[in-house]
């Protein structure tokens, strides 16, 4: 056995088992369904990757096409065109055609708002 610093009751667990059925059932009551809860985990497992969060980050300063985002990451446009085609498929990037360049940008403010809470936490 190690030694361990503090009460490990006090810092893991309760010191006593006790089900607070109250809390209990309006956590229940409160859950989303559960394909919500997988769509909600796949949002955050592709912005949990560095390249796409990488990608987000850029786009919060405005669209950018495949080729920018390539050279501004230092990536193959294969490479990119990979990554944002995961992001599409989640709606967190949308494009824009303009003449044969194809724009991408942030698919709305909620994925910079998801962006900017996570920056603020961890720069806390």
Same mark, same amino acid.
């Given at each position: ?7 490990? %009751? #006090? ?13 209990? %059932? ?33 786009? +919060?300063?405005? #669209? +950018? ?54 920056? #603020?936490?961890?720069? #806390?």
């Amino acid at each position: 056995m190690y030694p361990m610093k503090g009460n490990p %009751m #006090e810092e893991e667990g309760c010191s006593v088992r006790i089900v607070h059925l109250d809390r209990v %059932m309006q956590a229940r009551e409160e859950s989303i369904p559960e394909a919500e809860v997988g769509r909600l985990a796949l949002v955050y497992k592709i912005l949990g990757d560095p390249t796409r969060l990488k990608i987000a980050l850029a786009l +919060m300063n405005g #669209e +950018m096409c495949v080729c920018d985002l390539a050279a501004h990451l230092s990536l193959s446009e294969s490479a990119v065109s990979h990554q944002i085609r995961r992001m599409r498929d989640l709606a967190l990037v949308k494009s824009r055609r303009d003449g044969q360049v194809l724009y991408y940008s942030l698919d709305d403010h909620h994925v910079e708002d998801l962006i900017a809470m996570g920056l #603020e936490h961890v720069r #806390e």
